[in-house]
Every structure is written in structure tokens, then in C-alpha cells.
């Protein structure tokens, strides 16, 4: 048997899926559309977490105390990306960071912006390890994640 | 309890295979059970390690899985971390249900999307998802905090791709196969700064298959039985945001699997190591809470050479994930690394020293949200 080529099919699938945010996230994002970042805290180790949580993942009990947290706190760590791939929302090149928001005790993940970021060097220089970021919303806000466009150094 | 010994391996070749999966797949398996000199009849049970709709194309990929690895009219059972495939067939010999199994990981990297891509995919669709979160953004984060706690330059992370990569030219099973200098590394692309491309793993093609046995089983299958010794396992919480990204779970996960093994002195007790990195920096973090130096001390621990191939504990004499990253599979082949190590049979990229003991780890998730560490004797 001797075969000169093999063939491959080519294959995309588009389904939809109907992904419930469920009681706790629902009120974070009506929130959020506020312009209001909310956490829950939990009864056991009195910890606030954002995105709130109907359960503490470390004392596995009920959050059920909403607590209002600043929009500005300071970068724990960050990556500049500047990889395309399919389906990304964002355009590159951008900054993920992990920020601890004032009056919270986790992270919360978002977008550093707001920084000439024509070159690493000057990004460097804008956004460091424990620098003060604030965040920036969007006009339009639809109640997702994205209603804060970014988090901007404090100068 | 019934002791268990891995008694034969069998791998694909790294390079990128045109079979179908299924075709893929039967070769390797064939291969092992005529090295074992057993026919598919004989073997107890079967455990893959796949997994589907974004790394094969397939939903509910076991259904189309078990004809290539040999498994049908047989018990079978199927995990996506292939580490946890392999204990699972070792808990049925352990238990006594079964004298022999099978554990095979299979997956053809070629064919699907990106890792970048699938990895985003872990993240939830409400939150971290619309932000671009994947495996590689959220390594670069760690990877940022490691440098800064503990003053680990990017010259030392980057040296473990020099090392893993040169490893792998005496490697016929491995992926990538080029010399790397610590210049080409530093000069790669910064696509995840301070992540560079060629400290990312690959995206390979794979299958390899380990042959576990009880002990009178294995001592007539083979003069060169590896056998396990201890497993441990923890995961993390899922939200990277929550859990210190450079205190996981993996000091739970290897004080679990030494207590089992009996191993006090991680460092003087293990002669060779096989390590899941995805990301060259993880190699170290992974190495010091494995035990092989103090906090902090990775950097220092790649600069002395002990973990290079001819040093005191060699660490991924293989090539690693940097060199050959069939996602699901790449914890097995850990584990079959070690077996080769033990057994005497790795060839070209057999350690100088005389290898006793071996380690396996294997992880997935954020920033290593889970992790396994396998211990396997002479
Ligand atoms: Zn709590």
C-alpha cells in the first residue's frame, strides 16, 4: 500500500450553552452595573472575597455577609501578553494582573490599561509589583466582568 | 495491601503522527503487549488517559478510545490527568481485583487548537474566561512573584529550558529536538512577559503505555520490576486570586507520597526526577517544594548542575514537557520515564548514576492548582 498523501478533515464546531451565574453572582454583576464592587464575607474566617462567594473555599461554610470593597488597590503580580489566540477578547498587546483590592483578602483578576504600551521597557516603568491601580468603567455597563474597561496606575 | 510494579513501557516516537488517533493509538499498545508477551486476553483491565472535545475533537472520547488501546469486553475506566489513570490501575491490582492492567494515555496534539486557547477554556465563563486568563498568562504571573520573593533572575529560569531541551537530543521519544544556548532562550519571544516562547512547552503528539502487574505477576514478567512505592495528591482552590501562587499544593501532595514511600530525605533518597513543566521556572518552584533545596533556592540549584543529566539528582533526563507536551498524557510519561530510569532501559538519556528510587509529578490547572507525586523503587 502506498499512499502519496494523507488526507485530514477539517472540523469547527459551534454549540451553545446556557451557563447559569446563580443567586451570589447575579447581585455581584446588578452591582457591578452600579458601578459597585461587592464581596462576601465569610462567618468563619472573616475573609472578603472577590467575586463573591455563597461558600468560603476555605472553611467550606456559608458567605452570606455582602461588604462593599474599594475600586483602587495595589497589583500583587502581572503579565504582559502579547500572544494572539483564538477567540481572545482582548487585543493585544495587554497586562493581566492579579490586584488586591482595599478591603479585600484575595485577588482579583483584571486588566491593567491605561499605560503607553508601545514598548516594554516604558510598560515596566509604569506598572509594578505593589504599584496603586484604580479602576476605570465603562460608560455603557451591561453587567459583566468587562464594565470595568481596565485599572489605571494612581499617578 | 498487595505490592504493584510497573513491568513494561511502550511509547509513540515524537514526532507528529498523520495515523488516525485510533491507528495511533492501537500501535503502541500492540507493541507493549507483544514486549510483555501477553495477549489482550490475559490483561485484567484497562485504564486510559484521554480527553476530549478540545484536545481530541470527540465527546465522551473513552466510547471511541477503547478499541486501540485493546479494551473492549473488558473493565475499564478512563481519568484526563493520566497520573490518576495510573493509580487508579494500580489500586485494582492492589486491591487484588485484577493481576494485570493496562494504563495508556493517548492524545494527538497536532490536530487541535493551541494550548493558549483550550487552557483559556478552564477559566469560568463569567469572569476569569472574557479576561484572556489561560494556563501560560497566569505562569507568567507566578513566574513574576517567584523572581521578585526570591530574587531567582530570568537567566536561571531560562537555563532550564537550555538543560531539558539538550537533555532531549538523547531522547528518541522526545518532540523538539534542536540545541538551545542560554542566548536563544533569552531572546525568544516575550509572548507572556517575562515568559519567553521557548520556555512554554511544545503541544505534541502522544501515546505511551505502562504495563502494571501484582508482584508474582510481575516477577514473571520481568527480571527488572519498577515498583511503586508511594502517591500523593492535592489540589488547590480554583480561583488563582485566591491561593498563593508560590506556596500550592505540592508540599502537601510530595509529603503524602514520601510518608507512603518512607523517604525522609528527599534530596539523598531520590536518584532521579521526572517533573510536569510546562513552564521552565516551574521546574524549580517544583524542585524546592519536592524537597531538593530550600525555599527560594531554585535559581542556586540549577546553577550548580545537580539536577543535569550526570548530576547527583538528575531532573528530567527525558527532556521534561518543554520538549515533548502530549497535554493529557504527559503525567504518564513521567511515570514511564521513571519505570525506564529504574529499569536500566532509558537508553542514550539513561542517568551516570545508579538509579533506586525515582520520582514522578505531574499537574495541571492555574499555576499548578493540582498536583501528583509518584514514587517508584528497584
Ligand atoms: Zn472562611
Known amino acids: 500500500m502506498s499512499i502519496e498523501k494523507y488526507k485530514i478533515v477539517e472540523g469547527q464546531v459551534k454549540v451553545t450553552y446556557e451557563l447559569a451565574l446563580g443567586r451570589t453572582w447575579s447581585h455581584f454583576y446588578d452591582c457591578f452595573k452600579e458601578g459597585k464592587i461587592m464581596g462576601t464575607r465569610c462567618r468563619k474566617c472573616s475573609r472578603v472575597l472577590v467575586p463573591p462567594r455563597s461558600f468560603c473555599p476555605r472553611c467550606f461554610e456559608d458567605m452570606d455577609e455582602w461588604v462593599e470593597v474599594s475600586d483602587e488597590g495595589i497589583i500583587e503580580t502581572w503579565v504582559y501578553v502579547n500572544m494572539p489566540f483564538f477567540a481572545q477578547e482582548t487585543k493585544i498587546p495587554f497586562i493581566s494582573a492579579q490586584i488586591r483590592l482595599d478591603g479585600c483578602d484575595s485577588g482579583f483578576t483584571h486588566i491593567v490599561g491605561g499605560v503607553d504600551m508601545s514598548d516594554l521597557d516604558k510598560v515596566r516603568a509604569a506598572v509594578k509589583l505593589g504599584g496603586r491601580v484604580k479602576a476605570v468603567w465603562s460608560r455603557e455597563k451591561k453587567g459583566s466582568i468587562r464594565d470595568i474597561e481596565y485599572f489605571e496606575p494612581v499617578k | ?378
Open chain 2, 1 to 378: 495491601m498487595r505490592k504493584v510494579a510497573i513491568t513494561h513501557v511502550a511509547q509513540s516516537s515524537g514526532a507528529e503522527s498523520r495515523e488516525s488517533l485510533m491507528d495511533f493509538t492501537y500501535k503502541v499498545n500492540k507493541e507493549i503487549l507483544d514486549k510483555a508477551g501477553l495477549k489482550r486476553e490475559e490483561v485484567g483491565c484497562i485504564i486510559a488517559g484521554s480527553a476530549d472535545i478540545f484536545h481530541s475533537g470527540l465527546s465522551c472520547a473513552n466510547a471511541y478510545d477503547w478499541d486501540g488501546i485493546g479494551a473492549f469486553m473488558k473493565e475499564g475506566s478512563r481519568a484526563e490527568e493520566s497520573v490518576f489513570s495510573f493509580i487508579y490501575g494500580c489500586m485494582r491490582i492492589m486491591s487484588g481485583r485484577y493481576d494485570t492492567v493496562l494504563v495508556t494515555a493517548i492524545v494527538k496534539g497536532s490536530e487541535n487548537p493551541d494550548n493558549d486557547p483550550i487552557t483559556c477554556f478552564y477559566g469560568d465563563p463569567f469572569y476569569l474566561r472574557p479576561l484572556g486568563i489561560n494556563e501560560s498568562s497566569v505562569a507568567a504571573m507566578q513566574m513574576r512573584q517567584y523572581m521578585n520573593r526570591y530574587g531567582v533572575t530570568e537567566e536561571q529560569c531560562a537555563k532550564v529550558a537550555v538543560k531539558n531541551l539538550g537533555n532531549a537530543l538523547f531522547n528518541p521519544y522526545a518532540h523538539v529536538k534542536k540545541r538551545v544556548g542560554l542566548e536563544d532562550v533569552m531572546r525568544s519571544r516575550r509572548l507572556y512577559d517575562p515568559l519567553k516562547e521557548m520556555e512554554c512547552a511544545p503541544k505534541s503528539d502522544g501515546v505511551v503505555a505502562v504495563l502494571i502487574a501484582s508482584e508474582e505477576k510481575a516477577k514473571e514478567l520481568t527480571a527488572t520490576p519498577a515498583w511503586l512505592k508511594g502517591y500523593g495528591c492535592s489540589m488547590d482552590y480554583f480561583n488563582p486570586g485566591d491561593r498563593d501562587l508560590l506556596n500550592g499544593q505540592l508540599k502537601a501532595a510530595a509529603a503524602r507520597a514520601y510518608k507512603m514511600a518512607g523517604i525522609r530525605n528527599p534530596e539523598k533518597n531520590i536518584d532521579v526526577a521526572e517533573i510536569c513543566e510546562p513552564y521552565a521556572f516551574q521546574e524549580l518552584i517544583w524542585c524546592e517544594q519536592l524537597g531538593f533545596c530550600n525555599e527560594g533556592q531554585g535559581g542556586e540549584l540549577i546553577d550548580s548542575g545537580i539536577t543535569e543529566m550526570d548530576g547527583s539528582l538528575p531532573v528530567n533526563p527525558s527532556g521534561g514537557v518543554l520538549a515533548t507536551n502530549p497535554y493529557p498524557a504527559r503525567g504518564l510519561y513521567r511515570v514511564a520515564e521513571a519505570a525506564l530510569q529504574i529499569k536500566g532501559q532509558a537508553g542514550e538519556h539513561q542517568v551516570g548514576k545508579k538509579v533506586k528510587t525515582a520520582l514522578a509529578h505531574s499537574t495541571h490547572g492555574f499555576g499548578g492548582q493540582c498536583h501528583s507525586v509518584v514514587i517508584l523503587s528497584a
